[in-house]
């Protein structure tokens, strides 16, 4: 078991840029989720898969925001013409379906900044 | 999902029991008492969960009063490393595919 990881850990981009990060969850992990981080806040849902589909949106994920993951695995989450309000930390986590309670399993995040 | 109210900050020494509440007071009947942490720069890590008797792990206790409405984590022996913040969530398992609502937790300063 390697956990969550998620690449790149850093990323900085000017505004109008667009950016890609990519999250690969416990192997064997069905479910992957999403979640935005802001500074003194607590991480927010954005969107949920159960293998390949995607289940769930948040309002927060606006139209410039895309998520995707093809085969079940790992997921990729798309920012099209950031803003500066996108700088924040980005949160992977996976769970799998027959486990007991609900633990997600987190990685250790994307810190995006949008200069 | 019921709403939890949390301390904004606590302090502890270290070697003491770090106890943190959370209020729960609208809490229905199928939802469960997580708890989660972060330390500072990782994701959140899961800590423990109950429904409404008491729990224990390698980790916590978690201790859930009779009506449920409220809760308290237990750190019996609390280090330098559990500084983080602490989050309580409440969740019905039966959408238990969906998002942990995080709030904004207690920062918890265990100092020496």
């Known amino acids: 078991d390697t956990g969550v990881s998620q690449d790149p850990r850093h990323k900085i981009t000017k505004r109008g840029q667009n950016v890609t990060f990519r999250c690969d969850p416990i192997?064997?992990?069905?479910?992957l989720y999403w979640y935005r981080q802001t500074l003194g806040q607590g991480p927010e849902f954005l969107t949920y898969?159960?293998?390949?589909?995607?289940?769930?949106k948040s309002r927060l994920l606006s139209d410039r925001f895309s998520a995707e993951r093809p085969k079940g695995s790992f997921s990729t989450l798309e920012i099209q013409r950031t803003e500066q309000g996108d700088s924040a930390m980005y949160l992977c986590?996976?769970?799998?379906?027959?486990?007991?309670?609900?633990?997600?399993?987190f990685g250790p995040g994307t810190r995006l900044t949008v200069t | 999902d019921a709403k939890t109210t949390q301390p904004p900050s606590m302090d502890c020494a270290e070697g003491r029991a770090a106890n943190l509440p959370c209020n729960h007071s609208?809490?229905?009947?199928?939802?469960?008492v997580y708890w989660y942490r972060q330390i500072h720069s990782q994701g959140p890590q899961y800590i423990i969960h109950?429904?409404?008797n008491n729990e224990t792990n390698e980790m916590a206790s978690l201790i859930i009063t009779e009506d449920r409405k409220s809760s308290t984590l237990i750190l019996p022996h609390a280090t330098l490393r559990d500084t983080a913040v602490y989050y309580c969530?409440?969740?019905?398992?039966?959408?238990?595919?969906?998002?942990?609502?995080f709030g904004k937790g207690t920062s918890l300063l265990v100092t020496p």
């Open positions: 609208t809490i229905s009947g199928n939802e469960y």
């Open positions: 109950g429904l409404k």
């Open positions: 986590a996976s769970s799998f379906t027959g486990g007991i309670g609900y633990e997600q399993y």
């Open positions: 969530i409440v969740r019905s398992d039966s959408n238990s595919g969906y998002a942990l609502n």
């Open positions: 192997s064997e992990h069905n479910r």
């Open positions: 898969f159960q293998n390949e589909a995607q289940l769930e």
